[in-house]
């Protein structure tokens, strides 16, 4: 019995050793896998998404925000980037958190001032979208005008008739690289389901919700068609803005 005991804790320590070094390896391969999810260049054709996909999680984007559900909205908006802009799975988690707290702290915001408070981590999200782009544009120019659309939706009663389209058109016009003039169906589409939304207020049904996201996809089908149009590609930077 004694001349065993040696011989058996010899195969225990062989099999802690096995185990250590496999969970070793794990967790290796694990840090292997996040670099490259996180830092390895990566470009895909961010013109290159479903229009009914992108409605739908576009809806349901809306209802987390104003409903107030962040943690919803933030996982909604991560599916989306790796579903319709093709971010790898860890990315679509960082970035979807800049752009979600963005649009909780425009939430709270009382002011022109307080909205600016939103424009960095917007800065930060579309500089995300760019590095996977294979379509060239300038982030902050990209925040700059989303957060504009987003000042302009707040305060519509101090805007004109279509001012919501046509700066909608313009924040889209900016990622793409496109003249807004060809985006105004995209933009129309969208403002007219943002004003039906805030029609209905809290009383907003079932019902209500089906006709916005129908008007999204409206939206986000001529969106699509604009962008796919070969007559648009050799269009000049300077068209891409409208006065």
Avoid at 115 to 142: C, G, H, N, W
């Amino acid at each position: 019995m004694c001349g065993g005991i040696p011989y058996y804790s010899e195969i225990v320590s062989s099999k802690g050793s096995r185990k250590g070094l496999i969970f070793l390896g794990l967790i290796t391969a694990a840090i292997v896998w996040c670099g490259f999810d996180l830092y390895v260049p990566k470009t895909r054709d961010i013109r290159d998404f479903d229009p009914a996909e992108m409605a739908r999680l576009d809806n349901d984007m809306w209802r987390s925000y104003y409903e107030k559900k962040p943690l919803k909205l933030y996982f909604q908006l991560a599916e989306l980037l790796r579903s319709q802009y093709h971010f790898p799975f860890l990315k679509s988690h960082v970035v979807a958190f800049s752009a979600s707290k963005a649009a909780f702290v425009f939430k709270e915001g009382k002011t022109r001032a307080d909205y600016m408070k939103a424009l960095p981590d917007l800065v930060e999200y579309f500089a995300a979208i760019r590095k996977i782009s294979r379509t060239p544009f300038d982030p902050r120019q990209a925040a700059k005008l989303e957060l504009e659309w987003w000042i302009i939706h707040r305060d519509r009663a101090h805007s004109k008739p279509g001012d919501l389209d046509r700066s909608l058109a313009k924040a889209a016009a900016a990622v793409y690289n496109l003249p807004a003039d060809k985006m105004m169906d995209y933009g129309r589409f969208r403002a007219d389901a943002m004003t039906l939304r805030d029609s209905k207020g809290s009383g907003i049904s079932e019902k209500d919700w089906d006709k916005i996201g129908e008007l999204l996809h409206e939206s986000w089908t001529a969106l699509w068609k604009a962008l796919h149009n070969p007559a648009l590609s050799s269009a000049p930077a300077s068209a891409r803005f409208l006065d």
